[in-house]
């Protein structure tokens, strides 16, 4: 049967779904339209008697764990610092347990040990399917029934666990500083020599200036130490009667939120990184295997290398979320950026406001995370490959 050369029901070019096309977007656009000049009507009055007068009138109410320095006379500027300081800082370490978590099961779910690759899947298919909230307020019933002060677990008399939160041993905030400083040092240095063979620095200029902010750092880091002996002391804590003296104390709350997101969101990273071990030609491994290579050799130098150019995508979104569920905090009385925006909203009355505030705050540090995540994926994407 002969082809029928007749011309279809649109003409060369699809002009007709493009009109389509165009004419959904006008359709969806007035529609934006509408709703956008309908809330500013409504919204005009409020919006025009907005004032932000409250930011300096002293909060009057206490915080029960935070990393900055609060008492109730500060005013709401500093709680909302406050409050970002703890977003911040809880979310940073949840990351940093919650990635760990999740290469640790992700690893264990390939193993060729079926006990430990059926645990490892038990555990994300029970966990993933358990709601963080929920996980949340057991975390926290679990940390309130652990035993008081007096009977505390220990471990190796340095640190402590019990119903009033953990005790740890509590560093200087120069050694703080240093440590910082021999991050930024080792991870320059680490991007220096990783980019000896960047096609797009042929120069080598941008290897030059990592290598000189690794040594700018480590001199600084030096410095800082030569100048700062005492930097290195550790205030230790110590038994005393029913409490405990020195240290650092992180609060019932804290312990019971991150223990909680470490574990839900540890169970979406697994996947995370047994999907991204999984992509790796199995023509690779069995290469890297000739060579004698051993099966954690093979993994650190050779899998995870290649798998991390489809892992770090999806970790920027996983740790995108791990920072905005700090919010559940709120559940278990954890003053988080949330928490404090939602108590200063009830005190103040300024709803809006508040609301303004704590929006901007969540943008700029999602923003942040997004591009931070794209400079390390920009640096892992394959030679040539500019998506």
Known sequence: ????????????????????????????????????????VG??????????????????????????????????????????ANTVGTGAIAICSATLVGFAVGVARLSRNHLLADLARIYVDVIRNIPLILQAAFWYAVVLHLPPMRAAYSFLDAIF????????????????VIACLVLVSMAAWWLSRFMRSDPDDPTGKRRTLHALCAALSAVAAAGLAALNPSAFNIDWPVRAG??????????????????AITIYRGAFIAEVFRGGLQSVSIGQLDAARSLGLRPWMVLLKIRLPLALISIVPALSS??????????????????????????????????????????????????????????????????????
């Open 242 to 259: 029913l409490n405990f003296q020195g240290g650092m104390r992180l609060a019932p709350e804290f312990v019971a939120l991150l223990v």
């Open 161 to 176: 666990l019990s119903n009033r939160g953990l005790f740890l041993p509590k560093f200087d905030e120069m050694t703080l």
């Open 43 to 84: 919204l005009a009055p409020r919006l025009w008697s907005a004032t932000f007068g409250f930011l300096h009138q002293k909060t009057g109410w206490d915080i029960s764990f935070s990393f900055l320095p609060y008492s109730a006379g500060d005013p709401y500027w500093w709680v909302f610092l406050v409050g970002l």
């Open 318 to 387: 996983e740790f995108i979320i791990i920072m905005k569920v700090t919010s559940i905090g709120i559940v278990v009385g954890f003053w988080d950026l949330f928490a404090v925006s939602s108590n200063a909203a009830m005190m103040t009355g300024q709803t809006l406001e508040v609301l303004f505030v704590m929006i901007l705050i969540y943008i700029a540090l999602n923003y942040a995370i997004v591009s931070a995540m794209n400079l390390v994926n920009a640096r892992m994407r394959l030679p040539g490959n500019d998506r």
């Open 1 to 40: 049967m002969e082809k029928s050369l007749e011309p279809g029901p649109y003409p060369i070019g699809r002009s007709a779904p493009r009109r389509r096309r165009f004419g959904n977007w006008v359709v969806v656009a007035a529609l934006l339209l509408v709703v956008a000049i309908i809330g500013a």
